[in-house]
């Protein structure tokens, strides 16, 4: 959680509320500075061989290695984690990312070449594809995530020639100083990666700023008024607005198996995961596969992440949680029934029970929408293709799942699915790979991260044409020399519009 004292932001560990991080805020006046000297810096940046900037990640890539413990343990403490799945689902990933940069992104970044091909016949000339840097990306960041989410943008921000000032979120300062300082330690030119501190007026002017790209992660109320400020400017955006994200169970799909891994799926980070499972749909009769589900939800051990043997964490903080309680309330309301949960746990922290919820119509889903928390809505219906318009029913499409023996057969209604990424017998896990591009579709936001199309959207494609001067080129002035055009437009179709 968070509290600003005197122009100064804390954040509280949401199970102890012990003080983590303390940083002074930036004034929103300060900003425009602050993007102006990075920009200056990435004159610099850019200019400098691959190799060089290369070296740069690489030896924040290490650091990041060599502070693994104390990442998992700040995580922990600081976003209510418990360690091994800090480990494992942020500081792992993080790595893998920056790897994957420095490996691959001198190759990708490399100019290309455009021959002609059959082209050639009307005199066009050779072309180089180069990738050139936006200048400053801006970066309103995450909490949730906040090693993941956040140094993975900045490293292929950084190997494509950009400068970067980001806003870590002020429900994670300690976190963001962290990073800010193995950047610092990696040897990056001043200036050139800046962290901004405070809330939603410092992301405003952060966004109002200078910059000529931004990159957000967040809600989809906020992250429209973001891609407003943006629009009025024509400065190009990477938004992830979070998901709704179904499982579709079909009928022969292994019991035991398939209600772990969607448990895991749908409370891995207390539930504030934006691809956890939402919402399961099962083809068939949903009241065996209710119970199983609500067994294995009541076996879950929730409580301070300091402590052995804790499965679930708190919420990020009680405002947080009594928000989502409103929810869940809402979708009572609606017509959803309680099978497990549905209630903040009466004891210190920010802690509320993992939920399941079941439901007989749609209804009681769209009530649910945006929750962002512990929990899971169970229903049934008749046959596969009902199951495809339930998933799809959803304005937000970030990530969804299919679960079932027969693979061909849940493959084709994976391929059915709107979604960013669609995993067969799998969910949430692979978000973390670090070749692919990560993103939704509709509400969800557009733009990716990650692997290849993701280091595409730090760079712009520059073409460049050219040839030797002088040289015969039959389409310039005088039209009166009609006659050479109309002897190639003849040659033209002849080679390549001849009837079969």
């Not at 740069?56 to 104390?70: K, S």
């Not at 300690?174 to 990666?193: D, I, M, R």
């Not at 919420?315 to 009594?322: K, L, S």
Request: aromatic share 8%; with cysteine; charged share 20%.
């Amino acid at each position: 959680m968070s509290v600003t004292i005197d122009d100064v932001l804390a954040t509280r560990n949401p199970a102890s509320g012990a003080e983590v991080g303390r940083a002074a805020a930036t004034s929103p006046d300060a900003v425009a500075a602050i993007v102006g000297r990075a920009g200056d810096a990435q004159a610099g940046w850019a200019a400098r061989p691959w190799n060089e900037r290369r070296m740069v990640l690489a030896d924040w890539w290490r650091i990041l290695g060599r502070d693994a413990r104390a990442w998992s343990d700040l995580i922990r403490d600081e976003i209510g984690k418990p360690a091994t799945e800090a480990m494992a689902g942020d500081l792992i990933p993080t790595l893998d990312a920056l790897r994957w940069t420095v490996k691959r992104s001198g190759k990708l970044l490399a100019d290309e070449r455009i021959g002609p091909s059959w082209q050639r016949w009307l005199l066009t000339p050779t072309g180089r594809l180069r990738w050139t840097p936006y200048g400053v990306v801006g970066i309103v960041g995450t909490w949730n995530y906040p090693l993941f989410l956040n140094a993975a943008p900045i490293a292929q921000a950084l190997a494509g020639g950009n400068a970067v000032v980001w806003k870590p979120s002020e429900l994670a300062i300690a976190c963001g100083e962290k990073l800010q300082q193995s950047l610092e330690e990696a040897g990056t030119p001043p200036g050139l990666v800046a962290a901004v501190y405070g809330r939603g007026e410092v992301g405003q002017a952060l966004l109002e700023s200078n910059i000529d790209k931004a990159i957000f992660t967040g809600g989809v109320e906020t992250g429209r008024r973001v891609l407003s400020t943006l629009a009025g400017r024509g400065i190009p955006a990477v938004v992830e607005l979070s998901g709704f994200d179904p499982a579709i169970i079909l009928p022969d799909a292994p019991v035991e198996s398939t209600v772990r891994a969607i448990v895991w799926s749908a409370f891995v980070g207390c539930g504030q995961t934006c691809v956890a499972v939402k919402r399961i749909i099962v083809v068939g009769d949903a009241r065996p596969w209710a119970e199983a589900f609500a067994a294995e939800i009541r076996k879950l051990r929730v409580g301070d992440p300091a402590e052995p043997g804790v499965d679930v964490g708190p919420m990020i903080n009680d405002p947080a949680r009594d928000r989502f309680d409103r929810t869940i309330r809402a979708t009572v309301e609606a017509g959803a029934e309680v099978l497990a949960g549905g209630e903040p746990l009466d004891r210190p922290g920010s802690f509320y029970a993992p939920t399941l919820l079941s439901a007989r119509s749609p209804e009681p889903e769209r009530a649910l929408e945006g929750a962002f928390g512990p929990v899971v809505l169970i229903r049934g219906v008749d046959d596969a293709e009902a199951a495809i318009a339930a998933a799809n029913s959803s304005n937000m499409a970030l990530a969804a799942s299919v679960w079932g023996r027969d693979r061909r057969a849940a493959r084709a209604i994976a391929r059915r699915i709107e979604a960013g990424m669609v995993c067969v017998n799998e969910a949430v896990a692979p978000t973390a790979s670090a070749s692919a591009p990560f993103g939704g579709f509709k509400s969800s936001g557009y733009g990716r991260t990650h692997g290849e199309l993701g280091l595409r959207e730090f760079v712009a494609p520059q073409v460049l044409f050219e040839r030797s001067a002088g040289g015969f080129r039959p389409q310039l002035f005088p039209y009166s020399r009609g006659g050479t055009v109309d002897k190639f437009l003849g040659f033209y179709r002849w080679m390549f519009h001849r009837r079969a």
